[in-house]
Structure formats: structure tokens, C-alpha cells
């Protein structure tokens, strides 16, 4: 007999006959003799209904009363399902979060899941019945008891907290498509069903825009070695397995707050190559990298930046083997990609650094925690070290630095984040001999990016910058400083740019703007038409040509790629808002994701 946490989603309980249908499969589920928790969201579309009504009431409602308000939408299915459960026969109980003793920080509409009570999930279950428990909300038992909710899309984090506290067999979450797909199907319809995928492939996709589970339900799989299945409510397909490496015995207490960095990675075997001011044109970075591929150069990390004029700064790394043959193709494709023309500007120019390291932390600990990123920052500033490029991903952070500052770097970043460099997590287990070099696609709509013109170019400045927006509980993606050196005032300054959630970018701006003329930066620009299109895969590691391979199904398009960024697992590219739909079903033909079958959302 198992112990199984099943979620269902809000398309799942959206009518009654969805309801009911639930009720069934809970009931089979439980006649195959196994225990059952189920955890719910609110009904189709209510939550989303609350929030109107809210902002028809207040441009600026206390996120108290969100909490109120919103939690109330799985109360009503908890109790209906319950019902319908009964009615078929089936003891069951329905049970809000703080019921259960689902325990959280008291951040109100973003909470952290602390601990969650088993007794009174236990003792129901040993009497037979089947728990239902509201997702999406907890309690906070810091002074007064308030209701808190996870943040939207919660429930799935919810559910697999629960699994996590109660050592569940397995978790399943039936949502409205038959798992997790190559894209999103509403977007792509013969986007294809994958039968597994690995959990530091779903993070990057969740937090890069699928959907389809909340990324800290991936991460608290991955820490806690929880089975986790995506499936269909209407089918009885198998779905997708979310793949987590061996479960780390670890405590329960503090869940969500597990360590957030695990590990400290280096690699001195690298070298940069920048190329500065080459036109700002769709083709560009296909052309380059292209070109790389063709000579079978592993390119490692990518970044494009924003173009001042009409000129964009590349940058990537090699292995030092590599290196003059990357410059070698670079010094030669430099007449072929065009001269810019703005007059003001000196013509494109090729850099090579030879004596650059990679360092990196790294840990599932660290997802919707802005405040890591910018602590390895203030650690590498303290210990003098500047910044030469960075990249992100949703578990690491990189940094190029002088590899004459590698050794300083490991052991201050081992200090701070009290980590020996050897206790790399494992990665997930792929039960594929290769994992794919793309899993799948996403597109995210909801981004914007901001530049800061002119920061000085001196260690502690990327610190200073993004603590800022720690401090606001901002988390910042793709993070590009410039290649390009612009004196101002006698002062080497270089442009920062990145992309935030658009509901952020108001109150990143204000923080940054109120801080510039201290620090000596200059405007802060805001642009929010922008989509931001990925691709993932544990395959592309080592594996030349897959970044080319998407530049070049842009470039087929005539689609501009305004900023790039890469990691081990990713590629990232900002392109205009109304070109973004068209991006991702390109570049998802180009790898060749696409199925015989279409794939049906129900309305
Ligand atoms: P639920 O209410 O069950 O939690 P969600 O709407 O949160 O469902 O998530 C399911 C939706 O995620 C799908 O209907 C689909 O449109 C979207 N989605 C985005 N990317 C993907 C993907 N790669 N695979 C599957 N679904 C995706
Ligand atoms: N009902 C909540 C929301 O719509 C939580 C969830 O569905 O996961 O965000
Ligand atoms: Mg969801």
C-alpha cells in the first residue's frame, strides 16, 4: 500500500462534473489500496477573479488582505470536493493550510513554506479517510496567526511540501495537458509530450516560463528526492516524470529554506573573447556562431548587451585550446557582419583574454532569492575582485574573473556560503543514454529590461547594484555588463543591463534611480516591450553549435535578438514582444520538437 499526494489544478476542479470526475479517480485510487492526500486550487478562474475584484477596489491593496481574499478560492473547492468524495461513498475531510499546520514565513502573497505538521494528516489518514487539503496557503505563527498564501501558482508547492513532510510514495499533479511538453501547447499545438525530464531541466523551464509547475515545487523534489509525475485529469496517460537525483537525507525543519547554495564550482580553463560593435541586425550571432560550430569550437558562456547606437557588444568564453581559433574566426567574419553607422563610434574590434577563470555557485536553494546572487557579488568585491561577466540561471550564478583571482574567489565564496568546492550536487539521472540537447521551449511575456548606463567599473559595483534589488526582494535574470569600456569624466564605466518580472520593474527603477547619482551611475531605462525565449537542455553541455542552431532559426526569421544570455543548460534570448510567439515556434521546428499529433487544451 503507497501513500500518494495528488494535486489538482484549477481547470481539473472547474465545473461540478470535474469535481465529480476527481472524486472518481480519488476513489479508484484509493480501492488499489493505496492512502490518499489530495490537495486542490480554487475553481477554473476564481483566483484570477479575486484579483480583479481587488484591483477594482484599490490600485495598491495591502498584501495582508490579498492573502484573505485569495486563500478563500481553495476553500471552496476543498469543501466541495470533499462532498462529492462523500457522496460516492468515500470517507474524506477537507482541511485549510493553517488546519493542517502548513507553517510559513510571515512574507505575505510570497511565503516560504517552514514546516508542515503531519499529526492530524496522519490520524485522518489512519481512519480511513482521504484528506483534502487546500493548496496555494499556510499559516505564519510569528506573533498573531495569519493566513499567508505561496504566491500564484502555489498549489503545486503545496502539494509537494506535503509529499515531502509525510514521505509520500509519490506525488502526482493532474493538470490539462497529458504532462510537461516540449512548449506550451496553447502556443504550439503538436508541441510533444516528454516521457521524463530531469529537475534541473524543469526548473530552468518553469522559471523560464512554463507553467506547468511552480518552480519551487521543483525544488523542493529536488532536495527532498521526491517522485514527482505531471499528468492528465481527463486521461489515464502516464505523463512525465520529473527526474530528481538520490535524496540527501535531509531535515524537514525550515523546508523551503534549505541551504542555498550547495556548492562552489571553478573552471580555469577559459578564455574570452569579446567582440565590440558589431551591427545591431537579425543574422549577426547566427553568422558568428555559426561559424564556430562549423569549426567544432565548444563555446561555453554567451552574452550579447545592449546596443548603444546601432551597435551590440558578443562576448563568449572558450576552452584557452580554443582560443585562437575562435579568434581567428571572429578577426575574419568581422568585414562579413557589416560595418555599423553610427559616426560617432570607433569600427568593430575583436578582444581576447587569455588569463580568465569561471567561478560559480550552485544549489536549488538559491531559486526567488535575489539576495545570493548579490551576496557572491559583495563576497568577490570584498575580496577586491571585479567582475569581467556574469550569468545566471535559476540554481547558479557565474562569474568571470582574472584567473589570477580564481584561488581568492574559491575560498571566499566557500566562506560566505559555507561550502567545500568537492560537494557538487549530483545531477539528476536521465534514464536516456543522452539527454536531448533540447528538451523543450519557453516563452516569457511578462519580463522587462533595465540598463543602467555608465556604472563605474570597479569591484563591489554589481554588489552594491543588485543587493539594492535583493532588498526589495527583486530577482533579476540574465545580468550583462558591457564588454565596452566608456571613459566618462576620466571615469572607465561600462553599461549593466537585465531583465526583471514586469511587476517589478516599476519599483526596480525607483530603487536604482535613488541610488545612481551616489554611486556615480547614469539613467536608468526601462523597456517593456519585451519577450524573453528559451531553450533547454542537459544535452547541450559540451555539445557545439546548439546556441548557433537558434540564433540562426531567428535570424531565418528576420528576428533582431536584442540580448543574450547562456548557462551549462540554457539559452536565453530577448527579442521585441510581438516577435516572441513567432520566436519560440521557430526555434521550436528548428530542433525539431515538433509531434504528428496536435495537442488539445480543454477550454
Ligand atoms: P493548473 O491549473 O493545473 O495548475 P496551469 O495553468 O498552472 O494548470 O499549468 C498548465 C498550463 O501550462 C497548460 O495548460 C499550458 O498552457 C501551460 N504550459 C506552458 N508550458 C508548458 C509545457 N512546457 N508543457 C505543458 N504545459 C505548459
Ligand atoms: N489558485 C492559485 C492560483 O491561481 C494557486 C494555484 O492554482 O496553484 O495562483
Ligand atoms: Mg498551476
Redesign the pocket.
Known amino acids: 500500500m503507497a501513500l500518494i499526494v495528488q494535486k489538482?489544478?484549477?481547470?481539473?476542479v472547474g465545473s461540478v462534473d470535474r469535481i465529480q470526475a476527481v472524486a472518481q479517480r480519488v476513489l479508484s485510487t484509493v480501492k488499489a489500496g493505496n492512502s490518499v492526500v489530495v490537495v486542490v486550487?480554487a475553481m477554473g478562474k476564481t483566483t484570477d477573479g479575486l484579483v480583479k475584484l481587488a484591483s477594482d477596489i484599490s490600485a495598491n491593496p495591502s498584501r495582508r488582505e490579498m492573502d484573505m481574499l485569495l486563500s478563500t478560492g481553495e476553500q471552496v473547492s476543498i469543501a466541495l470536493l470533499s462532498m462529492a468524495l462523500q457522496a460516492v461513498g468515500q470517507p474524506a475531510i477537507s482541511l485549510t493550510g493553517a488546519q493542517v499546520g502548513i507553517v510559513t514565513e510571515a512574507e505575505h502573497t510570497r511565503a516560504r513554506i517552514l514546516r508542515i505538521e503531519t499529526d492530524r494528516l496522519e490520524r485522518h489518514l489512519s481512519e480511513g479517510k482521504v484528506v483534502v487539503v487546500a493548496g496555494f496557503q499556510g499559516i505564519s505563527v510569528t506573533e498573531d496567526l495569519e493566513i499567508t498564501t505561496l504566491g500564484r501558482?502555489g498549489?503545486?508547492t503545496s502539494a509537494v511540501a506535503i509529499a515531502a513532510a509525510l514521505r509520500a510514495n509519490f506525488c502526482e499533479?493532474?493538470?490539462?495537458?497529458p504532462?510537461?511538453?516540449?512548449?506550451?501547447?496553447?502556443l504550439v499545438p503538436d508541441?510533444q509530450l516528454m516521457p521524463e525530464i530531469t529537475c534541473d531541466e524543469m526548473l530552468e523551464?518553469a522559471s523560464l516560463?512554463?507553467?506547468?509547475l511552480h518552480p519551487r515545487a521543483v525544488e523542493i523534489a529536488r532536495n527532498f528526492g521526491v517522485p514527482l509525475v505531471v499528468r492528465s485529469s481527463w486521461t489515464d496517460e502516464p505523463g512525465t516524470w520529473v527526474l530528481s537525483p538520490s535524496p540527501v537525507s535531509r531535515s524537514l525543519e525550515g523546508l523551503e529554506l534549505a541551504r542555498p547554495v550547495d556548492g562552489v564550482e571553478f573552471d580555469t580553463d577559459q578564455a574570452k573573447v569579446s567582440l565590440l560593435r558589431v551591427p545591431d541586425r537579425p543574422g549577426v550571432a547566427a553568422r558568428l556562431f555559426g561559424e564556430i560550430a562549423t569549426q567544432s569550437l565548444n563555446v561555453d558562456l554567451i552574452i550579447q548587451s545592449i546596443h548603444e547606437g546601432n551597435t551590440n557588444d558578443i562576448a563568449f568564453t572558450v576552452t584557452k585550446l580554443s582560443l585562437n581559433r575562435a579568434e581567428a574566426v571572429s578577426s575574419a567574419i568581422l568585414p562579413a557582419l557589416g560595418y555599423h553607422t553610427d559616426p560617432s563610434l570607433d569600427a568593430p574590434d575583436v578582444l581576447v583574454e587569455q588569463q580568465v577563470a569561471k567561478v560559480a555557485i550552485a544549489g536549488a536553494g538559491m531559486i526567488g532569492r535575489p539576495g545570493v546572487a548579490a551576496q557572491m557579488f559583495s563576497t568577490l568585491a570584498a575580496a577586491g575582485i571585479n567582475i569581467r561577466m556574469i550569468s545566471t540561471s535559476e540554481v547558479k550564478v557565474s562569474c568571470v574573473i582574472a584567473a589570477t583571482d580564481c584561488d581568492r574567489a574559491i575560498a571566499a565564496l566557500c566562506q560566505t556560503f559555507d561550502v567545500t568546492h568537492s560537494s557538487l550536487p549530483t545531477p539528476a539521472p536521465s534514464h536516456s543514454p543522452t539527454p536531448p540537447l533540447v528538451r523543450?521551449v519557453?516563452l516569457d511575456l511578462n519580463q522587462a529590461r533595465l540598463a543602467i548606463r555608465h556604472v563605474p567599473d570597479r569591484p563591489g559595483m554589481a554588489a552594491t547594484l543588485f543587493q539594492l534589488l535583493a532588498d526589495q526582494n527583486i530577482s533579476v535574470d540574465m545580468i550583462i555588463q558591457s564588454q565596452r569600456c566608456r571613459v566618462v569624466e576620466g571615469i572607465a564605466t561600462r553599461d549593466i543591463a537585465f531583465t526583471v518580472a514586469q511587476l517589478d520593474a516599476e519599483a526596480a527603477k525607483r530603487a536604482l534611480e535613488q541610488a545612481a547619482p551616489e554611486l556615480g551611475c547614469g539613467e536608468i531605462v526601462v523597456d517593456r516591450d519585451i519577450a524573453k525565449v528559451s531553450i533547454v537542455g542537459a544535452g547541450m553541455v559540451d555539445q557545439p553549435g546548439v546556441a548557433a542552431r537558434m540564433f540562426d532559426a531567428l535570424a531565418n526569421h528576420q528576428i533582431n535578438i536584442q540580448m543574450i544570455a547562456t548557462s551549462e543548460i540554457k539559452v536565453s534570448c530577448v527579442v521585441t514582444k510581438d516577435q516572441g510567439v513567432q520566436a519560440l515556434q521557430v526555434i521550436h521546428a528548428a530542433f525539431g520538437l515538433s509531434g504528428s499529433q496536435k495537442i488539445q487544451?480543454p477550454a
Do not use: M, N, W
Open positions: 489538482y489544478g484549477g481547470t481539473s486550487s501558482g498549489s503545486d499533479i493532474y493538470t490539462d495537458v504532462g510537461i511538453l516540449t512548449t506550451d501547447p496553447r508541441a523551464l516560463g512554463a507553467k506547468v523543450g519557453a487544451v
